[in-house]
């Protein structure tokens, strides 16, 4: 109760504003408004239906939470160009969820964040990856290892490349501190959004390279084809957890 009256005075003296809209926040919201967050809510994909489909070479399974859309896409800015890390927290329950589901029907040997190059992270002081990976992390059974990927160089705009130049695109971008952690294993990827999927792509690619058996990717959000949205917006979103069915492969895995 004390703290009730603590936190009321606070914002008293000290008004919080939504990061996404800027209205003056309720004392009973945090970070984002009640409106902002319901508009994060409705980008959020049902548990059964948050496969990426998309078939990339490397990668056996991928999964994301969100369509990479507004408010996130506004979010995620925040994140990376505004240095407000503390925004990923509006997401964390949601991933946790999604990543314990993912991480109970397979083992993974560890967990590993997409590395940013030494330029963006001198810029940033942080990578989002790691920020997410290590917020999920206590809830999961997987280790997370921060050093076994790292990027060796950074990546030139993907935008206006085709599939296959994208590739060439971010070839050996990344190295292994040590390959020999890596034969055999089965590892998940993490990011905070999945575009065109390259990247993710190319780390497959070199953890398959040195051995690996399994590589999947789960991220916090992914772009979505234009008449995909449509879809997205009018799916039930509030579906009660079940078994959903893997699009790439027979079985069928509880989530
Ligand atoms: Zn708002």
């Avoid at 319901?38 to 059964?48: A, H, K, N, T």
């Avoid at 058996?213 to 009018?234: C, G, H, M, Q, Y």
Wanted: aromatic share 8%; with cysteine.
């Amino acid at each position: 109760m004390f703290r009730q009256y603590q936190e009321a005075l606070i914002r008293l003296f000290y008004p919080a504003a939504c990061e996404i809209c800027h209205a003056m926040l309720h004392l009973e919201e945090n970070i984002l408004c009640r409106d902002c967050a319901g508009r994060l809510d409705v980008l959020s994909w049902p548990m059964e239906e948050t496969l990426v489909e998309e078939r990339f070479e490397h990668l056996d399974h991928a999964w994301a939470l969100y369509a990479y859309e507004s408010p996130l896409k506004e979010l995620l800015h925040g994140v990376k160009y505004a240095g407000k890390d503390y925004l990923l927290k509006t997401c964390r329950e949601k991933m946790i969820r999604l990543a314990q589901a993912v991480t109970s029907d397979f083992w993974y040997d560890a967990i590993l964040p997409i590395p940013i190059d030494r330029l963006k992270l001198v810029k940033r002081h942080f990578n989002q990856a790691e920020i997410l990976a290590e917020m999920i992390a206590p809830w999961l059974t997987p280790p997370l290892r921060l050093s076994l990927l790292a990027k060796r160089h950074s990546i030139p705009s993907q935008t206006a490349l085709t599939r296959e130049e994208r590739a060439i695109n971010v070839y050996g971008a990344f190295r292994l501190k040590d390959p020999r952690r890596v034969a055999g294993g089965s590892f998940l990827l993490l990011d905070d959004v999945l575009t065109t999927g390259a990247t993710a792509n190319e780390a497959a690619r070199l953890l398959k390279h040195h051995g690996a058996k399994r590589v999947d990717f789960l991220a916090l959000a992914r772009t979505v084809a234009p008449e995909e949205k449509n879809r997205i917006l009018s799916v039930a979103l509030r579906a009660p957890l079940g078994r959903g069915h893997c699009k790439q492969c027979p079985h069928a895995k509880t989530v």
